[in-house]
């Protein structure tokens, strides 16, 4: 594996799941893996849980560690190839991307999707342009529009806790006060798309996701239907791709609840966090037995090593 920016540098799903759980029982085994290597995480955006996992996986490999959260510290980057930089931008993306991977041997970026113009966060310069310049292995901790360390993370959840070979998996689009990206599920519906699983989307008329991430996938505007039978519920806010990062529902009925949850197989319940509670999904569903957002969670310790084992590996 050369960079993770998304499925594609992925050659074997069921290969890579199967990896992650061996890996996640002999971790021992591979503590000297990254030994004199460095792994640079760079955030342009907040994080809890890809931050630390994601130090702890390179950790797990004995490599060390930098952190940088750009976005607040860093210079201002420019974007954009031959411009004039009289603006606010002191520094342009390719010195910085080519000091960073100087620096660092693998180099792991989180930078969001501003919600402002369509075509410029799908056309995903920032995590392009490490890749382009970096010289080095670049992880997506997130971008614009995918979260695929995420997505691993489900899926190897969904593997451990599965109970039929093919389950029901159903994201359903959930309410939230804020505009929030498409990233989450998108990558979610890639992953799922090509995983043994029986794939629903569910969410209200005017949150259908990006044609590419649709296709081949069943869609309902009725949430009650898509639970019915469910053996996974994951839940996700997202913004209109359509009405590109506007909210066009508040619909609190949308929000998941123990009554909702009831109409499926006896599902667990997934959110990749951080969640909004008693808004996105009440706290009996989230507080019950069949939430596993806290194994989910532990998942992307399990993601991140499997990602950095064969970038390690293709390394040497
Ligand atoms: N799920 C996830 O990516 O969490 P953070 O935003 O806290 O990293």
């Not at 960079?3 to 799941?17: A, E, T, Y």
């Not at 996701?209 to 039978?229: I, K, R, S």
Request: hydrophobic letters at 45%; a negative charge; one cysteine or more.
């Amino acid at each position: 594996m050369k960079h993770f920016f998304s499925i594609s540098d992925v050659d074997n799903l069921q290969g890579i799941v199967a990896e992650a759980i061996d890996l996640k029982k002999n971790i021992a085994q591979f503590s000297e893996l990254g030994k004199g290597k460095t792994i640079g995480l760079i955030f342009f955006n907040s994080s809890l849980r890809t931050r630390l996992s994601t130090q702890k996986a390179a950790l797990n490999f004995g490599m060390s560690v930098i952190v940088m959260n750009v976005g607040s510290d860093g210079w201002k980057l420019e974007m954009e190839d031959g411009a004039i930089m009289n603006g606010d931008a002191a520094e342009h993306i390719k010195d910085a991307a080519r000091v960073m991977g100087a620096y660092c041997d693998i180099i792991a970026v989180r930078s969001f999707a501003e919600l402002k113009n369509r075509d410029k966060d799908y056309a995903e310069d920032v995590l392009k342009s490490f890749m382009k310049y970096a010289g080095v292995p670049v992880i997506n901790l997130e971008s614009s529009t995918l979260h695929p360390l995420q997505s691993l993370a489900d899926l190897i959840t969904i593997e451990e806790y599965k109970k039929v070979k093919r389950p029901k998996v159903v994201l359903t689009w959930a309410p939230h006060p804020k505009a929030l990206p498409q990233a989450v599920p998108n990558s979610f519906a890639q992953w799922m798309k090509n995983a043994d699983v029986d794939f629903v989307i569910a969410c209200p008329k005017g949150y259908e996701l990006a044609p590419e991430f649709m296709e081949g996938v069943a869609l309902t505007h009725n949430q009650d239907e898509a639970f019915e039978g469910a053996d996974f519920i994951y839940a996700k806010n997202w913004s209109s791709y359509q009405m590109y990062g506007q909210i066009v529902s508040t619909d609190l009925a949308w929000t998941v609840s123990a009554e909702k949850m009831a109409l499926t197989n006896n599902a667990k319940f997934m959110h990749c966090l951080p969640v909004r509670r008693n808004v996105v999904v009440t706290d009996e569903v989230l507080d019950a037995d069949y939430s596993i957002i806290i194994p989910e969670a532990k998942n992307r310790v399990t993601s991140a090593q499997v990602v950095l084992k064969r970038i390690l590996t293709a390394m040497q």
